[in-house]
């Protein structure tokens, strides 16, 4: 059981090495190749709206299934067995909340951004600092975790395991991605998630008939073993290894579920890849192809992890550099060697790219579409280059600013900080979106109480939570200053942003309702919404 763990360690590290540069290589070919076309801000920003659905649909699931999806997941199945599946069921149920009440209404209604959606029938200026500054918000914890996921995959594929190793890896991982956002815009960074998003469900797919056919295609032998395998026995299939312990562990779980299941429709990233197809008949599209796709890849994951607990055992996924993580890459060394344990390194580093890539974009657009273009210079930008200017300019400092945030979160748990990024999202961002379309009375006040109350609560709950201080597994842990029995806030933000939201729109005197007329028949329709496209 042990040589597993040190044939972790004991890993070809240049095999490694020269499958991602290989990776590297290629995607920044189609990169350079995607840019040639690359003038206006709706090239920049929306990949010129120059993608089919079905293309959209991947790069989606490129963009969504991040390494803590896929590292996380695994590593979460292999030791909890039911309660690991269940981040699973939330991330893919998100789908649906996305697809019926968000994707084509948001694609109808916006030109770039979420704040171009949540300003049309309000107060320009104030509602589009807001709209940005919890973009920026979410998209920084979410560098964060993908930051921490790369330091976390280095110490583990290639032995580095000093802090300045992987503090250089960090660095190096963000200067790719910079050169992808700078170069690429939203076109080069699409083509890097197709490809991403490619070769993560092949070489999931690759495993999962390895590991089935190992157990004679029979899942139910493979459970077997698993169970076999385990200390814990017959607790890997049923609910409560992890979240029923206590009547606190169980809420947590239902505030981590409803923060998932919400926050999806609420992720800046993901709601900024509506606006590269042309049509909102592509956009509905593109939410049912990216559905399939995330829907099969954690169909494998179920297998991967329980195929995981019966071929390495629990024990030795504890024992190994970066525990839960390593799950998925033990697996695939005793599958296949080297050579598979390199293919799946690199693909875990392409995944950190291309979701970093997303984020760094979606955050620069934010910032030079809404807070530049139409906050500072009120709308009036008088070169058609400036704003692409800006968030290019502005891409450099968020990578800087990852590089930096990333090698300080390096030790944190990548999980936690995933987490963390879904329940800002459905605080701060889906109350609004939700009653911006579907709320005539809703107007700025309300829109900035939601944003900002539900922002602030979140932000609030989680440093005063046991997920920061007063545990073992906290990240101070030394210290205890929490008061918040729950890890997860969402149950409680949650519904105080709708109620914040409510409140600051009861409150104030402003009434909107002919402009909601416009934006329902708009958001429903799409028309008008072409024209919006192309200014």
Do not use: C
């Not at 979460?76 to 994707?103: E, N």
């Not at 017959?234 to 409803?258: H, Q, R, T």
């Not at 990333?406 to 879904?422: D, H, M, P, S, Y």
């Not at 939201?501 to 309702?513: A, C, P, R």
Request: glycine share 10%; net charge positive; no cysteine.
């Amino acid at each position: 059981m042990n040589h597993l763990a040190q044939g972790l360690q004991g890993s070809n590290p240049l095999l490694n090495i020269g499958i991602f540069a290989a990776f590297v290589v290629v995607t920044l070919v189609v990169v350079l190749r995607a840019s040639r076309n690359t003038r206006s801000a709706a090239d920049y920003y929306a990949g010129g709206r120059a993608f089919s659905g079905p293309q959209n649909g991947i790069a989606i699931a490129g963009d969504y299934l991040s390494a803590a999806s896929f590292l996380g997941i695994v590593g979460a199945i292999a030791l909890y067995g039911y309660d690991g599946f269940l981040y699973s069921i939330g991330f893919l149920v998100a789908w649906l909340v996305a697809l019926l009440l968000v994707a084509e209404l948001l694609r109808n209604t916006g030109k770039y951004t979420m704040g171009d959606v949540l300003a049309f029938r309000m107060r320009q200026r104030p509602v589009r600092a807001a709209a940005a500054t919890s973009t920026l918000m979410v998209s920084f914890f979410y560098l964060l975790a993908q930051m921490a996921g790369a330091g976390v995959l280095v110490s583990l594929l290639l032995g580095v395991s000093s802090g300045t190793g992987q503090a250089v890896v960090i660095g190096v991982v963000g200067v790719i991605m910079i050169v992808y956002v700078l170069v690429g815009g939203m076109k080069g960074t699409t083509w890097v998630q197709i490809i991403k998003a490619v070769l993560l469900i092949s070489g999931a797919a690759v495993m999962t008939v390895w590991t089935l056919a190992m157990h004679g295609f029979d899942f139910s032998g493979l459970m077997q073993a698993a169970v076999d395998r385990a200390s814990s026995g017959e607790k890997l299939l049923n609910p409560g290894a992890k979240y029923g312990k206590s009547e606190v562990s169980k809420l947590d779980f239902l505030s981590l579920g409803i923060a998932l299941v919400l926050g999806t429709a609420g992720l800046p990233h993901v709601l900024m890849r509506f606006y590269t197809v042309p049509t909102a008949k592509e956009a509905r599209r593109s939410v049912v192809w990216a559905i399939w796709l995330i829907g099969l890849f954690y169909l494998f994951s179920l297998v991967l992890g329980y195929g995981a607990a019966a071929v390495v055992g629990p024990e030795a996924i504890k024992a190994a550099p970066g525990s839960s993580n390593s799950a998925a890459p033990l697996l695939a060394q005793a599958l296949g060697g080297p050579l598979l344990l390199g293919f799946i390194a690199a693909v875990a580093f392409a995944t950190i790219l291309a979701v970093v890539a997303g984020l760094t974009i979606t955050a620069s657009a934010s910032f030079a579409h809404d807070i530049y273009a139409n906050v500072i210079k009120k709308g009036e930008v008088e070169d058609k280059n400036a704003e692409v200017r800006v968030a290019r300019i502005t891409a450099v400092v968020i990578g800087l600013v990852a590089i930096v945030g990333g090698i300080l979160a390096r030790n944190q748990n990548v999980a936690f900080l995933v987490a963390l990024a879904f329940a800002v999202a459905a605080s701060a961002n889906l109350p609004t979106i939700l009653y911006s379309l579907f709320w005539k009375r809703f107007n700025t006040s309300g829109a900035l109480w939601s944003i900002y109350g539900g922002l602030t609560t979140t932000v609030v709950l989680i440093v005063f939570s046991p997920a920061v201080s007063g545990s073992e597994e906290a990240m101070l842990p030394n210290v205890d200053f929490h008061w918040f029995p729950l890890q997860n806030p969402g149950l409680v933000s949650i519904p105080a942003a709708f109620f914040f939201g409510w409140l600051g729109t009861v409150l104030s005197k402003e009434h909107l309702e002919d402009k909601y007329a416009e934006m329902e028949v708009r958001s429903l329709t799409g028309a008008g919404a072409e024209k919006a496209a192309t200014h």
